[in-house]
């Protein structure tokens, strides 16, 4: 029966052909538009963590925007123990983060300064890396290290000194002069043209707030973890106005953006399946509708009616399997070369204006995604053959052999 | 006195067949026949007499409005598609007026079919085979697939596919119809040696009246139902 129904398949060589054809390409444009979706979230993930926000933070809850949390922990230390004893916990950080005025000898500006615990914040994000002109900031110093769009528009040259005024606990301006140090260029004009970087401990003295901070931000090893170790610290911190979350919950929008592309993917996907069900299904009518009298030949010889449907579901598995077999291979080739070569995008711009982000996402596989499909089409095409074969089950042998 | 040691290989009683509720043609009305084991039977009579209509209902291909067919003394009527489909498989043979062998089969292949679905072994149907193609003459035509087989070779191949599981009895609709008259004589002097030699019942059909002269017993059919019984002395 294997070798019939084997034979069944490429009986009709070039329809056979179409037909592995259109689901293996099919398959393969869905594995290829699984991939970038979910390399492209993954990309985006990893730059808006990586280069700001963090997996996990630690800040106070009655805060506005937790991006830029602007309320103030006296004593973050508890938490900070947390998340230094946190075996998940890769690096962490305290952080300030406000906005103050920022002067060079010709210009004034706003600017949203953070302040951070230079050696540690290496680690957690990759801004150190953005750095074209001098270098990252060092603890115990007075530098200062800004994007080259605003040191462009404040007219400052690395060596040079620029004053931070901001509000001090007391109410009273405090103000402080950075030398610049290192400057910047990530091609995103939120981090080139708005953002400073400072020393922490420089901050808390100007800001007259000694061990202060509004965050602390912490890398894990496995970003997976997020939610986890988030709910693990926010229920060992406790009750109080300072509480744990993951990423999620700061880059709303990312998730935001994700859950837009998987419905689209949903879509597409559900297309592709149908044109595949309906090539699949048309193809077995047509083979039936010329096979009757063969049909009416095997139930002669003895074939039962189940037979005959066995048969045919027989050659639709063996058309999809070698179907599945070529949008699979088809579609890793693509998402390997890809995944070498990176793929240009120009979706970079849409995301520069908030995030550093690269116009080539480099390709992944989603396996679990990718199986998904290929045992979708797989399915649809069995499920595409039941009706014809169904109905080549009810044929009565003399009138099958009438057919012409 | 046993029914069973006499009774005939096959027996149709009052068998009507009626097509489409609708237009009421009665093909046959009321055939009384009986077919012994070792026969070498032709079915005779005018287009659209019910020649085609009678083979299928004894071979149960087709179910009879009125009537019933036993073979060996037992109805099978009343069984059901799959005990149908089974007593096809191990009793009877068929061979059709347009050959009808699988397209993507070789010869051999498409000889050893009944043996696939009985379920026998590769290695015994593939002897089987075999021996049924060198019956029929074409044990160098194993490996060819139909469509580089002539006409009559294929009638042949088909032949050694309704003899290969020794069926007690082969059903031949007008085997000869599509082959010139020197290849047709020659298929029935095959089928005849099968007959006289394997000791295989024959029941066919045809209204060419060469092919009748073959025959050892004529059964006439007219307008469905049964003209004459001739039994030849050959
Ligand atoms: N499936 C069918 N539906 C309706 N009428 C049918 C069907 N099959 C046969 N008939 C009718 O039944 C009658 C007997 O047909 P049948 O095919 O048995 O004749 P036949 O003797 O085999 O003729 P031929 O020599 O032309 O093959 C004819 O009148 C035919 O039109
Ligand atoms: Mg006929």
Redesign the interface.
């Known amino acids: 029966?294997l070798?019939?129904a084997w034979?069944?398949v490429?009986?009709n060589r070039r329809r056979s052909l179409i037909n592995v054809a259109a689901m293996g390409f099919g398959l393969a444009a869905i594995m290829f538009g699984q991939s970038m979706m979910r390399s492209l979230q993954y990309q985006l993930i990893e730059k808006a963590t990586g280069s700001f926000t963090g997996h996990v933070r630690v800040e106070r809850r009655d805060i506005d925007e937790p991006k830029f949390p602007d309320k103030f922990m006296t004593d973050p230390e508890p938490a900070a123990k947390l998340l230094a004893a946190d075996p998940r916990v890769l690096a962490w950080g305290r952080r300030i983060h406000l906005t103050g005025l920022i002067s060079s000898p010709n210009k004034s500006l706003g600017a949203l300064i953070c302040a951070v615990e230079p050696e540690k914040e290496k680690i957690i994000t990759d801004m150190a890396t953005y750095i074209k002109q001098g270098h990252y900031l060092e603890p115990g110093t007075k530098g200062i290290v800004m994007g080259h769009k605003i040191a462009g528009r404040l007219d400052v040259r690395l060596g040079e000194k620029v004053v931070l005024m901001a509000q001090a606990a007391d109410g009273s301006m405090g103000a402080e002069a950075f030398r610049l140090v290192g400057i910047h260029e990530t091609g995103s004009e939120s981090f080139d043209g708005q953002m400073v970087w400072v020393p922490l401990a420089a901050m808390q003295e100007l800001l007259v707030r000694p061990g202060q901070a509004n965050e602390l931000a912490a890398k894990l090893y496995d970003i997976e973890q997020a939610d986890a170790v988030a709910a693990d610290i926010d229920a060992k911190i406790g009750p109080g106005n300072v509480g744990a979350m993951s990423w999620k919950l700061i880059d709303k929008e990312i998730i935001g953006i994700q859950a837009f592309q998987d419905g689209m993917l949903t879509i597409i996907l559900g297309i592709v399946f149908a044109i595949v069900a309906l090539g699949i299904l048309n193809t077995q009518l047509m083979s039936l509708f010329e096979r009757v009298?063969?049909f009416?030949?095997?139930?002669?010889?003895?074939?039962?009616?189940?037979?005959i449907v066995r048969l045919l579901i027989m050659e639709s598995a063996l058309l999809g399997l070698v179907g599945t077999a070529l949008g699979l291979s088809v579609g890793s080739a693509l998402i390997a070369h890809f995944g070498r070569a990176g793929l240009f995008l120009p979706v970079g711009d849409a995301f520069k204006y908030f995030l550093p982000f690269p116009s080539v996402i480099f390709l992944r596989p989603s396996w679990w995604m990718h199986s998904f499909a290929c045992g979708t089409v797989f399915l649809v095409t069995l499920l595409a053959t039941l009706p014809p074969a169904l109905r080549a089950g009810r044929l009565?042998?003399?009138e099958a052999?009438r057919h012409v | 006195m046993s029914k069973h040691l006499h009774a005939p290989l096959v027996q149709t009683h009052g068998v009507e067949k009626v097509y489409a509720a609708a237009s009421k043609i009665a093909a046959l009305k009321g055939v009384d026949l009986i077919v012994e084991r070792g026969e070498f039977t032709a079915l005779a009579g005018p287009s659209g007499s019910g020649k085609s209509t009678l083979l299928n209902i004894i071979g149960t291909l087709d179910r009879p409005t009125k009537g019933t067919v036993s073979y060996d003394g037992k109805v099978i009527s009343t069984l059901d598609v799959d005990e149908l489909s089974d007593f096809r498989l191990h009793a009877l043979g068929f061979v059709f007026q347009s050959y009808n062998l699988i397209p993507v089969l070789t010869a051999a292949e498409n000889a050893e079919y009944p043996l696939v679905l009985q379920g026998v072994e590769p290695a015994k149907r593939r002897k089987l085979s075999h021996e049924a193609l060198k019956l029929v003459g074409l044990e160098h035509y194993a490996e060819r697939r139909p469509d580089m087989l002539s006409g009559g070779q294929q009638q042949r191949v088909a032949v050694a596919r309704a003899i290969i599981h020794r069926p007690s009895l082969i059903l031949a609709d007008e085997p000869t119809a599509n082959l010139d008259s020197k290849t047709g004589a020659q298929l029935l002097d095959l089928m005849e040696d099968l007959n006289k030699d394997h000791g295989i019942t024959f029941l066919f059909s045809s209204h060419d009246q060469a092919v009748l002269e073959r025959a050892r017993r004529v059964v006439r059919l007219q307008d469905g139902e049964l003209k004459a019984d001739e039994v030849r002395a050959r």
């Open positions: 029966m070798r019939l034979r069944n490429w009986r009298r063969e009416g030949v095997l139930m002669a010889m003895g074939a039962r009616p189940r037979w009565k042998p003399s052999l």
